[in-house]
């Protein structure tokens, strides 16, 4: 079966991606992992996440992928004992071969996964990580799907293959960059990566040094180092087939709505794709759904096209932002009213659209907001984190969880049009 990876960046973003249909998460603690400015999870936080996910039949796979300094060695056999015997995790990623045998040597029964930071590109690569005890490859970005198909002909059948298929990619190898470090001091390999492929940059001539000259046509510079988004949506039939186990997503620092949405759209995709393999074709509200986040241009990345041929650069730092989340349903009244906590401001007489679990809503819109305390009026939700109750000028079905967004961009200042 074909697994939907869903991304961890905190219990709540764990908990919302099993609502809306992973079949595993992935998450790091504290230390050791690639994204540092994550929320992440500290030990009891991982514990009682995994309780809650093997639960609800959830695996869960814990990032300890950095490539390890000799200070990072000497703290993390704690940290292996751990995730393997107290938080009894699924798996662990790594990337580096000094953490893998601490892995092996302290957790020998632990599944190990190879982490895409590894750069595998190739079966022979495979079967050495194989060899040693892997149980899956995480491929590198870089490779097509004749890659793929070629890679699977030739490894072991019990060697899973995991590719990413959304989310943003790096433009550097397989994430071996080192442009952090040296401009900000942030190690990219550690964790700490800054994304100064994402700054806009200008070319300065040696004799005229306030005066930087755009390299591009935009005004704010070149964005020669920043990539599209990865999409893989309407090719998930060609990644199965290519012998692909596990569809990862990617996005640990990105919030809770993006966490539901991907692995919704995965997840249907996935399950057609199983119930009805001739029959399958895209589901327009997929595509409808991953426009709604944040992201830049969307691209197939190196799937169908080698770098040199399609260097999949976005022209301009600036996001899509085409809609913004204004609340989340955390309950039903007996009285038609819902109760929900707010993110972004909303007004009564606004039209929202509906994202819940199972699926689909047409956007409603607002008749009465009321206080929780008083149950009286209220014409706007101004402050984040308030609790309140909402009722629609028509009956939906809508369960704990549904978030409930506007369209436009919240960062405008302009009310957006119903």
Not at 319 to 330: D, E, G, H, L, S
Not at 332 to 344: I, L, S, T
């Amino acid at each position: 079966m074909t697994e939907v990876l869903s991304p961890a960046g905190s219990p709540e973003k764990l908990k919302v991606a099993i609502d809306y249909g992973a079949d595993a998460v992935y998450m790091a603690g504290k230390n050791f992992g690639l994204r540092t400015f994550s929320d992440n999870f500290d030990h009891e936080q991982m514990k009682s996440s995994i309780e809650y996910a093997h639960s609800r039949g959830v695996k869960c796979y814990v990032t300890m992928n950095i490539f390890g300094l000799q200070s990072d060695l000497n703290r993390i056999n704690d940290e292996i004992d751990f995730v393997a015997h107290e938080a009894k995790v699924d798996a662990v990623l790594v990337s580096d071969p000094g953490i893998f045998t601490r892995v092996k040597s302290i957790a020998p029964d632990m599944e190990i996964h190879i982490s895409t930071q590894a750069s595998v590109t190739n079966s022979d690569a495979c079967i050495f990580w194989h060899g040693l005890g892997a149980k899956r490859i995480v491929l590198a970005r870089e490779l097509s799907l004749d890659d793929i198909r070629d890679i699977r002909s030739k490894i072991p059948k019990e060697l899973e293959l995991e590719t990413f298929v959304h989310g943003a990619m790096c433009m550097s190898y397989s994430g071996r960059c080192i442009l952090s470090n040296y401009l900000t001091g942030r190690r990219s390999n550690g964790g700490e990566c800054a994304q100064p492929c994402r700054w806009g940059y200008s070319l300065v001539e040696e004799k005229r040094p306030d005066l930087p000259m755009p390299i591009d046509e935009d005004e704010r510079g070149t964005y020669v180092l920043s990539s599209k988004d990865l999409s893989m949506i309407e090719h998930v039939p060609e990644l199965i087939e290519a012998g692909v186990d596990s569809l990862k997503i990617e996005g640990r620092i990105k919030g809770d709505y993006y966490a539901a949405v991907t692995a919704k759209v995965y997840r249907e995709a996935v399950d057609l794709y199983k119930k009805d393999p001739e029959g399958w074709k895209v589901d327009s509200r997929w595509r409808a759904l991953l426009e709604t986040l944040v992201h830049r241009d969307y691209d197939t990345g190196f799937f169908f096209a080698r770098p040199a041929d399609d260097a999949k650069i976005a022209d301009t730092r600036t996001y899509v932002k085409p809609a913004f989340v204004v609340a989340r349903i955390t309950g039903r009244e007996n009285d038609g009213f819902y109760r929900a906590v707010q993110k972004n401001k909303l007004y009564t007489g606004d039209t929202l659209n509906v994202l819940k679990p199972v699926g689909y809503e047409e956007p409603l819109k607002v008749a009465h907001i009321l206080s929780v305390e008083d149950k009286s009026p209220l014409e706007s939700v101004p402050h984040p984190g308030t609790e309140f109750l909402i009722k629609f000028e028509r009956e939906a079905d809508m369960p704990q969880g549904t978030f409930l967004s506007r369209n436009g961009d919240k960062d405008s200042g302009i009310k957006p049009m119903n």
